[in-house]
C-alpha cells in the first residue's frame, strides 16, 4: 500500500473562509430568490439564513474540538449545496403558496445535529467495525420497516416510506449508511480469504461459490427492494455501493463482471415482469409519445423537467424568473430539473463541480486513511453520493431512466438530508484520522493503525484481532 | 489498495462527465427543440404574463390583456366577442389559440422582424417586451350591421370588402360565441365551455365559416361561365340560346331541369342577358358542351380556386374538380355537384368583375402599431390575380345588373344605385328539400365601391331568398346612406 502522508496541519482557518463563502452563495441565492418574487425579500430570509449560518458555524467549532484535522473543504461544499438547495424549495414555495423551505430548515437542523452528536460519540471511525453484524442487522431492520401494515406508505408507487408521530421518513436513506458499514467491516476480515482462494479462468479470477454468499446476499437485497419496495433507484445505489466495495477490497476485475451481469439480468427480469419496471422504461425510451406523456405514471415528469432544462439553456432564466413549478416534485426529485432552468447549465454545472469535488475528497480522505475498514467505508459513502448524483442527473436529462433517487443535501426530504449529513460527518471523521498525526511508539504503516489504536475505544476491536 | 480507490474515483469521474454531457446536450444543443416541442406549454406560459398587443376596430380594443390577479399577470378580455368572435379568435392556454390572435402571434406578443431593435433596447434597458397592437380595416358599425342582419338560428355569413383595395370592411358568421369563455385561464373551465359550444350546431371555434365552410355556390357560380363565354368570343349578351325546361346530360339519360317554377320555364328561347336575369339553367349545359372543360378550369383558377391566400388567416382552397366528363361539367357549371367555394371566394369573385377583372388581395389587417403608437407596418393594396380583362368584366358587370334590374335578385333594388348582382340556389342532395343560399354582387355597377356575398348554408329556399337579396339592399343602402 503506498504513503500518502499529509503533514499534519489542521487547516481549520481555511475551513472558516471557505465556509463564508459558502454562506455568502447560500444567502446569495434565497436573497436572489426574494427580490425577484413579487413579494420582495421575505422576513424569513433574514431568520433562515441567520439559523443555517449559526448551525454551520457550530458545527466549524465542533470540527475545531473534536476532528480539528478534518479535511477542510467538505463541510463548505455541503453547507453551500444544501443552501442552494433551500434557497429553491424556498422559490418552488413562492409559486405554489406553500411553506417546504422551513421543513426543509427544520430538518437540516437535526441532521447537522446528528452529524455533530456522530463526530462526539463516534470519534474514530475504526470503533464502527465492531458492529459489523449489527449493522447487518439493522440494515435488514430498516428496509423491512415500510412493509409493516400501518407504519409503511405508499408514495408515489413506491413502499419506501414509515409513517409515525405524524413524521414519514424513508429508511431507506439510513440503511445505505449501515450497509455500507457492514460491507466494510466484513470485507475488510475477510479480504484475503476472498483474494486468495478461487480458480482462475482466462484473465479472469473466478471466486469460490462461497465467497460469493454475500455478492448473492447483497443481489438479493436489491432485487428484494425493486420487486417488495417498487423503488427502482434504491436497489440500483445498494448494488453499486456494494460493487464498489468488493472491487477496492479485491481489486479484482472479475467481481465487476459478474455483478454487472447480475444486474443486467436482474434489470431484465424486472423489465420483462414488473409493471411499474416496463412503465419507467417505456416512458423513457418513448417519453415524447403523446400517449405515454398523458397516461397517468406516464413520461409527463421527466418531458416536463427537460423542457425546464430547454428553458434555462446556457445562462438561465436567473433565481425567481422561470417556471420550475411546471415540473411534477420540482423540489424534490426533479430539483435539479429546477436548478437548471433557472441557473442554466453554467450555474448547474457548478452545482455538478460541488459534487465532484465533494466526491473526490471522500476518496482523498480513503487514499489517505491508514486501515483497510476506513479506506472501504470512505470510498462506499463517497461512491454513493456520486451514484446517486449520476442516477438522478441522468435520469433528469433522459440519459437513464428515471428513478426516484433524491438529489442529495439539496432535494426536499428530511431522511434524504439526515443520512447525507451523517455521511459527511462519517467522511470528516475518516479524513481527520487519516490526516491527524501520528501517535508516538506506532509504525508508519496502515495495517499496523488499523490494529492498535491505543485508545480505549479501539481495544475491544484490537483484542479480537489478536484473537484472529 | 489505493489503485482501486483511484480507480473508483476515475470512474466516477467518468460518471461526472456523463452528467455534465447529458446537462449540455438538454440544455444547449437540444434546447430549441426541446423549447419547440408540441408538448411545451412554457412559451405559453411566458406570454401569458406579458403585455400582449390588442386588436383595434375603429382605433378601439375588441381584444386587449388587462392586467389580473390570477394565476397569470394578464387576461385576455374581448368586447363584443360574438360580434367578432371569428376574426379575432381566441388565445387560451389549454385550447391554443386561432385565427388572427394565432395569425398575428408574433406581432401581438412583439416578436415580429418589425420589432427586432425594440427587443434588443428592451433586452439591455430590463424592459419586458411589449407586444405591437393591430388594427383590422373593419368598418365597427358596418360589422355591427352585417351581423344583426343573419338570424339567430341560422348558418349565415355575410362580407363586405372593398374591390379597389381588398379591404375587407365586414365579415360575420352565424353561429357565433363568446370568445371570453375559452380564455379563461383555468383549464378545466376552459375545456367545460369548449365543450359545451361544440355541442352547438353548425359552430367550430376553430373555424371560421366564412375562409373556412365549403359550400356548392349554385348558380353564382355562373359568373365563372359568363366570362368563360364571354372570353371565347363565341358569345356576346345578346346571343340567342335554347332554354328548353329540361335537358339530358351528355352521354347519360340523367335530367338536367331549370329551376322548378322560375320565370325559365315559360321561354322556350332567350339571350343570353335574359338567360343570366333569370338563372336559367339548361342554356349553360350547352355552353359547356361547347366550351369543354378547358376554359372553366382556367377561369376558376384564376378568380382563385385550388390557389392558397392569407388574409391574414388561411382561407381554405375553393374546388372546381378537374378532368370532369360532359356530364358532370353539365352539372358543375351551374354551381352543383362536386363544386365547393368559400364566401371569401364568391366574395372575390364579385371584386374581380367589379375592379376590372383585376382581384385585390382580400386583407383585414390595415397596420401594426408599436406600443409607443409608431406605425411598424401598413398593409398597401396588392393585387392577388388579373381574372380577366377590362372588357370582359365590363360585360360581365352589364350582364349582372340583369338579376337586379328585372331578375332573380329584384328585391335587392335600392333606388338611384346602380346594383350589379348574381343570386345562387345550390340543392342539398338528401337534404329534405334544403338549399344553400347565395348572393354575390357590387354597386355602384359603374364605380364599384363594395363588394358584398351573403351566404346561409342549410336553409329552406323561401327563407333563404328572403335573407339575401332583401338584406344586400339593406346593406348597400346602409353603404349609401339612403
Known amino acids: ?468 | 489498495m489505493n489503485q482501486a480507490i483511484r480507480n473508483t474515483w476515475i470512474a466516477v469521474m467518468l460518471l461526472f462527465v456523463l452528467s455534465l454531457g447529458a446537462l449540455s446536450y438538454v440544455q444547449f444543443l437540444a434546447s430549441e427543440d426541446l423549447n419547440d416541442n408540441a408538448l411545451n406549454k412554457r412559451q405559453l406560459f411566458r406570454e401569458f404574463d406579458l403585455p400582449r398587443g390588442a386588436i383595434l376596430v375603429d382605433g378601439k380594443p375588441i381584444a386587449e390583456s388587462k392586467p389580473s390577479e390570477g394565476q397569470f399577470k394578464y387576461q385576455r378580455v374581448y368586447t363584443d366577442p360574438e360580434l367578432y368572435s371569428h376574426l379575432t379568435g381566441f388565445y387560451s392556454l389549454s385550447n391554443g389559440s386561432t385565427q388572427l390572435e394565432s395569425e398575428m402571434n408574433e406581432e401581438l406578443t412583439g416578436q415580429s422582424q418589425d420589432q427586432f431593435f425594440d427587443r434588443v433596447i428592451n433586452l439591455f434597458s430590463g424592459k419586458a417586451n411589449e407586444g405591437a397592437s393591430v388594427e383590422l380595416t373593419i368598418d365597427g358599425e358596418l360589422q355591427k350591421l352585417v351581423y344583426d342582419l343573419i338570424p339567430d338560428g341560422t348558418l349565415g355569413t355575410i362580407i363586405v370588402s372593398e374591390p379597389k383595395t381588398g379591404n375587407i370592411l365586414a365579415m360575420a358568421s352565424k353561429p357565433s360565441y363568446d370568445t371570453n369563455k375559452l380564455a379563461v385561464h383555468s383549464s378545466s373551465q376552459a375545456a367545460a365551455n369548449m365543450k359545451e359550444l361544440l355541442k352547438v350546431n353548425g359552430l367550430s371555434p376553430y373555424r371560421n365559416p366564412a375562409i373556412g365552410n365549403l359550400t356548392a355556390p349554385g348558380s353564382t357560380f355562373k359568373i365563372f361561365d359568363m366570362v368563360a363565354a364571354l372570353e371565347s368570343g363565341k358569345y356576346t349578351a345578346d346571343t340567342v340560346l335554347k332554354n328548353p325546361p329540361s335537358v339530358t346530360l351528355p352521354g347519360t339519360k340523367t335530367p338536367l331541369k331549370n329551376f322548378y317554377g322560375g320565370n325559365c320555364a315559360a321561354i322556350p328561347e332567350a339571350t343570353f342577358a335574359d338567360i343570366v336575369s333569370q338563372s336559367c339553367n339548361t342554356p349553360f349545359v350547352g355552353i359547356s358542351e361547347d366550351l369543354g372543360r378547358g376554359p372553366f378550369e382556367d377561369v376558376t383558377e384564376r378568380f382563385g380556386f385550388g390557389q392558397q391566400l392569407e388574409i391574414p388567416m388561411r382561407v381554405v382552397p375553393s374546388v372546381f374538380p378537374p378532368d370532369l366528363d360532359p356530364a358532370a361539367l353539365g352539372q358543375s357549371v351551374i354551381g352543383e355537384r362536386d363544386v365547393r367555394a368559400t364566401a371569401m371566394q364568391m366574395n372575390m369573385a364579385a371584386m374581380g368583375i367589379a375592379n376590372d377583372g383585376v382581384i385585390m388581395q382580400p386583407n383585414l389587417v390595415k397596420q401594426v402599431i408599436a406600443p409607443d403608437l409608431r406605425v411598424l407596418s401598413e398593409s398597401k393594396p396588392k393585387e392577388f390575380s388579373t381574372a380577366t380583362s377590362k372588357e370582359v368584366a365590363d360585360q360581365v358587370t352589364d350582364l349582372m345588373r340583369g338579376p337586379v334590374k328585372n331578375g332573380t335578385a329584384v328585391r335587392a333594388q335600392v333606388p338611384g344605385l346602380d346594383v350589379a348582382a348574381k343570386t345562387g340556389t345550390s340543392v342539398i342532395p338528401g337534404g329534405q328539400g334544403l338549399v344553400n343560399s347565395w348572393i354575390t354582387g357590387f354597386a355602384p355597377a359603374d364605380d364599384p365601391q363594395v363588394a358584398v356575398t351573403i351566404v346561409f348554408e342549410k336553409i329552406d329556399f323561401k327563407t333563404g331568398s328572403s335573407l339575401t337579396s332583401p338584406n344586400l339592399k339593406k346593406i348597400l343602402e346602409a353603404v349609401f346612406n339612403q
Open chain 1, 1 to 468: 500500500m503506498s504513503e500518502l502522508e499529509t503533514a499534519p496541519v489542521p487547516r481549520r482557518n481555511m475551513e472558516l473562509l471557505l465556509l463564508l463563502l459558502a454562506l455568502a452563495v447560500a444567502m446569495g441565492a434565497y436573497y436572489l430568490v426574494g427580490i425577484n418574487s413579487d413579494d420582495g425579500p421575505s422576513q424569513e430570509f433574514i431568520t433562515q439564513g441567520l439559523f443555517l449560518a449559526g448551525l454551520a458555524l457550530v458545527f466549524h467549532v465542533i470540527l475545531r474540538i473534536w476532528a480539528k484535522y478534518a479535511d477542510p473543504v467538505i463541510l463548505p461544499v455541503t453547507v453551500a449545496l444544501n443552501g442552494i438547495g433551500l434557497a429553491m424549495i424556498h422559490r418552488i414555495d413562492l409559486a405554489r403558496n406553500d411553506d417546504q423551505a422551513f421543513r426543509q430548515i427544520l430538518w437540516t437542523g437535526v441532521a447537522m445535529a446528528v452529524a455533530c452528536v456522530t463526530l462526539w460519540a463516534i470519534r474514530d471511525h475504526r470503533v464502527l467495525r465492531r458492529f459489523t453484524y449489527i449493522a447487518l442487522a439493522v440494515s435488514v431492520l430498516l428496509l423491512l420497516l415500510p412493509l409493516i401494515p400501518k407504519v409503511g406508505v405508499v408514495l408515489n408507487g413506491a413502499r419506501i416510506w414509515v409513517h409515525f408521530f405524524g413524521l414519514s421518513f424513508q429508511p431507506g436513506e439510513l440503511a445505505k449508511i449501515t450497509l455500507a458499514i457492514f460491507f466494510a467491516g466484513y470485507l475488510s476480515s475477510n479480504r484475503e480469504l476472498i483474494l486468495l482462494a478461487g480458480r482462475k479462468i482466462g484473465p479472469l479470477q473466478l471466486p469460490r461459490a462461497r465467497d460469493l454468499g454475500p455478492m448473492v446476499v447483497a443481489w438479493l437485497v436489491s432485487i428484494g427492494v425493486l420487486v417488495v419496495q417498487r423503488d427502482l433507484g434504491s436497489s440500483i445505489l445498494f448494488f453499486g455501493l456494494f460493487m464498489v466495495m468488493i472491487y477496492v477490497a479485491t481489486a479484482r476485475v472479475s467481481w465487476i463482471v459478474i455483478g454487472t451481469l447480475m444486474l443486467v439480468g436482474g434489470g431484465i427480469f424486472a423489465y420483462l415482469t414488473m409493471s411499474h419496471v416496463t412503465r419507467r422504461i417505456d416512458g423513457w425510451l418513448n417519453a415524447f409519445d403523446p400517449d405515454i406523456y398523458h397516461a397517468s405514471g406516464g413520461s409527463r415528469q421527466i418531458v416536463e423537467g427537460l423542457f425546464g432544462l430547454a428553458n434555462g439553456g446556457l445562462m438561465g432564466t436567473g433565481l425567481g424568473n422561470g417556471s420550475p413549478y411546471m415540473v411534477p416534485l420540482a423540489n424534490s426529485d426533479m430539483i435539479v430539473a429546477s436548478l437548471g432552468e433557472e441557473l442554466g447549465l453554467i450555474g448547474l454545472s457548478a452545482i455538478v463541480l460541488l459534487y465532484l469535488i465533494l466526491v473526490s475528497r471522500g476518496m482523498r480522505a480513503a487514499l489517505g486513511s491508514r486501515d483497510t475498514f476506513g479506506k472501504l467505508l470512505a470510498t462506499g459513502l463517497s461512491f454513493t453520493i456520486g451514484l446517486q448524483c449520476f442516477v438522478v442527473i441522468g435520469g433528469v436529462t433522459r440519459l437513464i431512466p428515471l428513478t426516484g433517487l433524491t438529489t442529495p443535501f439539496m432535494a426536499a426530504g428530511g431522511s434524504s438530508l439526515l443520512s447525507n449529513w451523517i455521511i459527511v460527518a462519517l467522511l470528516l471523521l475518516i479524513s481527520h484520522n487519516s490526516r491527524r498525526p501520528m501517535l508516538s511508539g506506532v509504525s508508519a504503516t496502515a495495517e499496523v493503525a488499523t490494529k492498535a489504536p491505543r485508545r480505549s475505544r479501539g481495544l475491544l476491536e484490537s483484542l479480537k484481532e489478536t484473537k484472529r
